[in-house]
């Protein structure tokens, strides 16, 4: 019997190894320079961006997450940055669509960088995993269900995308740790 554990692991490894780091460090640099970041995806990608949302709160980034009472509204200056792994979903294409018309700069995290929501970005990163779109039939590569192998390699995008803006931005561990709630 194959090991799960260690299928899945590898298919994520070959995820990782076909990330373009320097499209990550663009990314970065547009997070680290933007006034605000507001957060958006859906499903389960929405869980992985409010993590990423979690920690860029600890690196002392003015942040939200799309749907939250306290998101403020954009504008220039500002970063929406928006997980569309299908590369479209229909409330992405809207908030897209106000955020462009408000003057913020669009960042989309996608799998198909051909899509939609991806074609009104400003500037797309691309993680080459199998999402819903392509799950099916001799399309579908991954062990892992549906879009899970997408929402996995988030996880591991955005946690090397922290480590990037900590060093970026000059921020220290207890920095970081002072920024965490004490309301647990």
Do not use: W
Not at 2 to 17: C, F, K, S
Not at 132 to 150: I, K, R
């Amino acid at each position: 019997m194959t090991n799960l554990y260690r299928t899945a692991i590898e298919e994520l490894a070959r995820v990782a190894d076909n990330i373009d780091d320097r499209a990550v460090d663009e990314a970065c640099r547009r997070i680290a320079e933007a006034r605000h970041v507001s957060v958006y995806a859906g499903g389960r990608e929405g869980l992985q961006v409010k993590g990423f949302a979690m920690r860029l709160f600890h690196l002392g980034r003015s942040v939200s997450v799309v749907g939250d009472m306290t998101t403020p509204a954009l504008g220039p200056g500002d970063v929406f940055f928006v997980v569309c792994g299908p590369g479209e979903i229909s409330t992405a294409v809207a908030l897209v669509g106000v955020a462009k018309a408000a003057g913020a700069e669009v960042v989309v995290v996608t799998a198909q960088p051909l899509g939609r929501v991806p074609g009104m970005a400003d500037y797309v990163l691309t993680v080459p995993a199998q999402t819903m779109a392509d799950d099916q039939g001799a399309a579908a590569t991954s062990v892992l269900p549906m879009g899970s192998l997408f929402e996995g390699a988030l996880f591991v995008l955005f946690e090397v995308m922290v480590l990037k803006l900590k060093t970026r931005l000059g921020v220290t561990p207890e920095a970081m740790r002072a920024n965490h709630t004490n309301m647990e």
